[in-house]
């Protein structure tokens, strides 16, 4: 809508360009009647049209010096922000620049208050704090949001939405919001007169799924203008993004919060499982190896009660990891640190182990000590050699090679001539229960937690565990543990090899 003052200087204007012109034909006309009657009817049309020239030239002389003012004021305006003119700024010029700077303001506002809007925060008080921000823009106090739809009531649910400053909670819908959603549909920014009243109605641009509009009262206020339009429709849309983020977050949160309790209702299972299996299994083989020493028992029950001990301790081992997945999920393992020789514990879990696969041990270098908990070594190297066995073919061997790296490190590398792993199965060979196709058909009974536990272990302890395996090459895990040298002279290479 133009200005009332632009339209009284306009029309004062045409007055003063037209009303001379007209007085001085009308005179002339008067005169010609009277006292000029008898002068040469072309000499008064030449001297009407003269002086109309010269009026008009009086007016374009005055005009362009005028026109000259607004001209640099607008040219300063766009080149520098402000008149940098000596001369005062005209009307046109100060009305421009007013608006400008309104624009300008509203822009910045809506800038800072977009940084403002916590998309991290519950879906409610993000529309909370996307209401304060409209308001801000607008300087209007009256705006509010009305979520209509929501597939999402779990976390927005439908209603009407004040400011965060603002007491109470959130209204009902009422017949207002509805009418307010659906009048002038077709565009996102729009002004609507009904039963309720004026109001101005900004749809913001989401999904199907949720719908929602701010609203204000405009009663007595003129429509918006085409740059208020554009400003509101870049706000709807700027909400739209705004809720989209803070649903997806709000959604992901509530995900990732049901997983953590179910992990933690899995951890406390595997916990619960595994000390009540211990107790019965370490019964099972201490009766076992009691009977074993009974001089009149047959000998193939003594065989039976052998394979029975040694399936006890298998499951025992098989228990312990479970135990140990729980405790590293808990974050309560705590190794301890003793110094020991590596090569006795290798031999000691193989030989427990109990496999008929030729095996070999080379130690290099010179003797080191690990810094370490001996215990959970050899629950490291069980389920290596574990894993070595159960996936490799019958009567391939098993090497495992023990060299210092560097000064405070020893590494002891298991290396079988299985299958192998392809790089899918290498990238996830660490975590918990998980099994590839090709091992599910080697070993059906494979839990999952073995390399697992051994990873967790083993960076408790403070040391690194690596493969190295190519699909139908075999496998090499190296462990590498903090060390510090012995105190005995170098040696040889030496190198042992048990077959039972």
Avoid at 36 to 47: G, I, Q, S, T
Avoid at 102 to 108: G, I, L, M, P, T
Avoid at 427 to 432: P, Y
Wanted: aromatic content about 6%.
């Amino acid at each position: 809508m133009l200005r009332t003052g632009l339209w009284l200087r306009v029309f004062v204007s045409l007055l003063v360009a037209v009303m001379p012109p007209i007085v001085l034909l009308v005179g002339t006309l008067l005169l010609t009647e009277t006292f000029l009657h008898e002068a040469d009817p072309n000499l008064v049309a030449v001297v009407v049209v003269v002086g109309t020239i010269a009026w008009a030239a009086i007016l374009a002389i005055f005009f362009t010096g005028g026109l000259a003012d607004e001209f640099r004021s607008f040219i300063s305006l766009a080149e520098r922000g402000d008149h940098a003119v000596d001369e005062a700024p005209g009307d046109a010029y100060r009305q421009l620049a007013s608006s400008l700077d309104e624009r300008n303001r509203q822009v910045a506002s809506l800038a800072q208050q977009a940084s403002l809007v916590p998309i991290d925060d519950d879906p409610p008080a993000v529309v909370r704090a996307l209401v304060s921000a409209v308001r801000t823009v607008m300087r209007d106090a009256t705006w509010r949001c009305a979520v209509l739809v929501s597939d999402y009531g779990e976390l927005l649910p439908p209603g009407v939405y004040h400011g965060r400053d603002d007491e109470g909670s959130v209204d009902e819908l009422s017949e207002l919001e509805r009418w307010a959603s659906s009048a002038g549909t077709g565009v996102s920014v729009r002004h609507v007169e009904g039963p309720w009243g004026a109001f101005g109605v900004v749809d913001i641009a989401v999904s199907d799924r949720l719908r929602a509009i701010f609203y204000a009262p405009r009663e007595g206020r003129p429509s918006p203008t085409q740059a208020e339009t554009a400003l509101l429709a870049l706000v709807g849309q700027h909400a739209g993004t705004a809720l989209e983020h803070s649903l997806l977050y709000g959604r992901v949160r509530r995900q990732a919060d049901e997983l953590n309790r179910m992990a933690a209702l899995q951890a406390d299972f595997l916990r619960g499982v595994t000390h009540d299996l211990q107790t019965p299994l370490t019964s099972i083989a201490a009766v076992a190896t009691e009977l074993r020493a009974t001089a009149a028992l047959p000998e193939t029950a003594k065989i039976d009660l052998e394979t029975i001990t040694h399936q006890a301790e298998r499951l025992r081992r098989m228990v312990g990891q479970l135990l140990v997945a729980s405790r590293l999920e808990a974050g309560v393992v705590t190794p301890l640190q003793e110094v020991f020789a590596l090569a006795p514990v290798v031999e000691r879990t193989w030989a427990a182990l109990r496999s008929d696969r030729p095996f070999e041990l080379t130690v290099r270098g010179e003797p080191y000590l690990v810094v370490a908990d001996a215990d959970r070594t050899e629950q490291v190297m069980w389920a290596l050699f574990d894993n070595a066995v159960k996936y490799s073919p019958v009567g391939s061997k098993v090497t495992v090679a023990i060299e210092p790296q560097g000064a405070d490190r020893l590494s002891v590398s298991v290396t079988d001539e299985g299958t192998g792993m392809d790089a899918t199965t290498r990238a996830s060979a660490f975590d918990q229960f998980y099994r590839s196709d090709q091992a599910r058909a080697l070993a059906p009974d494979g839990s999952g937690v073995g390399l697992y536990a051994a990873h967790g272990l083993v960076e408790a302890m403070g040391g690194t565990i690596d493969i190295d395996s190519e699909l139908g090459s075999g496998t090499t895990i190296t462990v590498t543990l903090p060390a510090e040298q012995a105190s005995a002279e170098a040696g040889d290479d030496r190198t042992s090899a048990l077959e039972s």
